[in-house]
């Protein structure tokens, strides 16, 4: 919780700076680039839009495996799950001699088999940014699967 | 001494008189504190822009550091916002969704009764109607909007609400970018794959492999690899009795539960279901304070997960296991689980048809392989059947509050079953092409009132045995459910379009509460008619149990 409290003030103090300096720095209007001719000034980011946790999947954390968890959740499990048959299961991967297609088994060749996909897995290249990626196979390699019996905590609750 | 008594009466009857009227207001004074009113009398300020427009519709929103408690008002039209009495203590002063404008955050703040804040001045993004697609924005629109600013047909954009609508938001879609081949990979186990697990997958897929393709195609041409985020259109903020509300939100324990159902006791507690994992939980609104309850195992290679989740008279918990195919019973107060096994046909990790209905006696209803059928529920084994001649069976369930009708949305067709228990008749009307009509309540004259996935409410008129259907005011919303009070009106979520909406059938007027996030997967909800005006209860699929209070 305290990361993500010092986040949000790390974003108040930089929206509260940037107000009272009365003006913010200039820079390419994205509104310009979409062609609507207007000035825009990109917001900050207030990360108590539970909105904005789920759009960039940092409801569990900012990065790092738990983060990658999120990912995986979304991104793989449906598929790589431990009810599904005929899909591989990515338990052990990273002990594994070699992934289904021959090649060795490390981040770069897991990265790649994501960002490419396969016959019959989605190619995620143009969704999955390199972070993403590697939060992903933080992920994969250290602390996968999914439980389904026992979901991730929730950071933001704090009722006692 | 005649004149003296006759003053002396006079006097008494004064005195009386006035005891009654005194005792009257007393009296009176619980149901005044029964209105909107009581939900006033807590902080309070003004929302205003940087150039010192009064902002109407605004989003107020403060967070309690200890509970993680969400409470949210909405300013009127002079920009004045007020919040209910809050435990003292420290908050986060936010703008829930502020969209067009810079995230106003303020923290801490010091909060102890009717405390006057400081205005809250609000720095507008773009001077334009159409906002530009930065992160922060794209995150807080709707998926009606996201439809309203993609391009495509409506055809198009139809195949995607009426198919697609139950098990994620609309975000969860178009924040992506793939090419056409990995959509059809991924459209194809989504059509085919069976419930939201998606764990068994059909040959045949809930639509036809010509439709599957038209919407894979419109994906790939609308979220492909070179796709910009559109500049959004987006839905007007709430105006006058719509900004009427306080909004609470309560946190879970656990992220990615896929939350369900809610239902209600008699000590004031909110249970919840959830979807995909072993949990179901125990809300105390006093306290923000959950307490899990552990559904026993299934067995192996199934997933765990409760649907319907729902309190009866006797405070005992009753829940539904659609991919393990139980019903259990919880007793809260030994806390000890009995497990029902189900017996149905379809194999585990498909739905079972897993929305059930109490009546008074505490036999469950269902509709399933053409038949209604009244079951016991200790045991599963069928009391009575009612035989259907036009529909396979419904998806949800309801009883009247007397036990005498049964109602639910037909599956997988567009219509509606109603029986009438104590006549033996079946009523199996149908609904407009694409209406969907689902899960749903009857409402004090027993009309049956369903919410349809293509964004129609239906009304099954019990008087006229005839079918009235609403279409909703916000585009591209669909309906799960819809819930009946005490008073007759008509509540559900609007699925996608990030309202709430509330339905006079008298006047056959709607209100629409804005929700302070705004994906909305609000399906099964339960009414509070304890209170005055009522209070509604939903359990949003992203896992926070949200309460709806309407100040009149």
């Not at chain 2, 139809?158 to 459209?187: G, M, P």
């Not at chain 2, 269902?366 to 038949?371: E, Q, V």
């Not at chain 2, 804005?514 to 609000?522: A, F, K």
């Amino acid at each position: 919780m305290s990361a993500k409290r010092g986040r949000r003030k790390v974003a108040g103090a930089i929206f509260a700076a940037a107000l009272a300096a009365g003006s913010w720095i200039s820079r390419p209007a994205l509104a310009q680039q979409q062609g609507i001719g207007q000035e825009s000034k990109e917001p900050a980011k207030d990360y108590d839009q539970r909105a904005l946790e789920i759009y960039e999947f940092k409801k569990a954390a900012q990065s790092g495996p738990d983060r990658g968890r999120e990912i995986f959740y979304y991104k793989c499990w449906f598929c790589h799950n431990e009810f599904t048959k005929d899909i591989p299961k990515l338990e052990g991967l990273y002990q594994r001699p070699a992934l289904i297609n021959g090649q060795s088994v490390n981040d770069d060749t897991v990265k790649n088999q994501i960002r490419n996909g396969s016959a019959n897995m989605a190619a995620y290249r143009y969704t999955l940014s390199e972070s993403d990626l590697n939060d992903l196979v933080s992920f994969v390699r250290d602390h996968c699967c999914w439980d389904s019996d026992s979901p991730p905590p929730n950071p933001r609750y704090r009722a006692r | 001494m005649t004149m003296s008594f006759r003053h002396d009466r006079k006097a008494a009857l004064l005195i009386a008189i006035l005891t009654f009227a005194l005792v009257a207001l007393f009296v009176a004074h619980p149901v005044q504190a029964q209105d909107g009113s009581r939900l006033l009398g807590g902080p309070k300020g003004v929302v205003k822009s940087a150039n010192g427009d009064l902002l109407e519709g605004m989003m107020v929103q403060l967070i309690a550091h200890q509970s993680a408690i969400r409470t949210t008002v909405y300013s009127d039209a002079n920009g004045c916002y007020e919040f209910p009495k809050l435990a003292a203590g420290t908050y986060t002063l936010r703008i829930a969704q502020p969209r067009e404008f810079q995230p106003y955050v303020k923290e801490p703040v010091e909060i102890s009764g009717p405390t006057q804040l400081d205005d809250i001045m609000l720095e507008r993004v773009t001077n334009s109607d159409l906002l530009p697609p930065y992160r922060e924005i794209v995150a807080q629109m709707t998926g009606s909007e996201w439809l309203l600013s993609l391009s495509g047909t409506g055809e198009e954009k139809r195949l995607l609400t009426v198919n697609c609508n139950w098990c994620h938001s609309y975000q969860q879609i178009f924040r992506n970018h793939y090419d056409e081949a990995s959509w059809s990979k991924i459209v194809y186990r989504m059509i085919h794959g069976a419930g939201s697990p998606l764990i068994n997958i059909n040959t045949r897929g809930r639509f036809s492999a010509e439709d599957e393709a038209r919407l894979v195609h419109w994906l790939a041409t609308v979220r492909g690899p070179d796709s910009k985020d559109p500049n959004f259109v987006t839905l007007p903020r709430p105006q006058g009795h719509q900004t009427r509300v306080v909004i609470t939100e309560y946190e879970l324990p656990r992220l990615e539960l896929a939350t369900h159902d809610v239902s209600g006791d008699s000590k004031g507690n909110i249970w919840y279901s959830t979807h995909r994992s072993s949990y179901i939980g125990r809300l105390d609104p006093r306290t923000g304070v959950v307490k899990e309850f552990h559904v026993p195992p299934v067995g192996a290679g199934t997933l765990p997960g409760t649907h319907w989740i729902h309190v009866d008279k006797n405070d005992i918990v009753w829940g539904s296991e659609n991919w393990a195919h139980n019903i259990w019973r919880l007793d809260p107060n030994t806390q000890e689980f009995t497990v029902i096994p189900w017996k149905v046909k379809d194999q585990v990790n498909s739905p079972m048809g897993g929305n059930y209905a109490l009546d008074p006696d505490g036999f469950i209803w269902k509709a399933r392989d053409k038949k209604v059928s009244k079951v016991a529920a200790m045991t599963g084994d069928p009391v009575t059947s009612y035989i259907l001649k036009k529909f396979a069976g419904t998806y949800g369930s309801a009883m009247s509050s007397d036990g005498r009708y049964f109602g639910g949305g037909a599956w997988p067709r567009d219509g509606v079953v109603v029986v009438d228990s104590k006549t033996a008749e079946v009523f199996e009307p149908d609904t407009s092409h694409n209406s969907g009509p689902a899960r749903g309540e009857f409402d004090p004259q027993d009309n049956y009132w369903s919410g349809g996935r293509g964004g129609v409410l239906i009304k099954f008129d019990m008087a006229e045995k005839r079918i009235h259907e609403y279409s909703l005011p916000t585009p591209y919303a669909s309906l799960y459910t819809a819930m009946a009070d005490k008073n007759g009106e008509i509540w559900g979520g609007e699925m996608h379009g990030g309202r709430y909406f509330r339905f006079n059938p008298k006047t056959e007027l709607w209100t629409e509460y804005l929700l302070p996030e705004p994906y909305g997967i609000d399906r099964e909800s339960w009414i509070d008619n304890s209170t005055d005006p009522v209070t509604v209860w939903y359990v949003d699929h992203d896992g926070w149990i949200v309460r709806i209070q309407p100040l009149e």
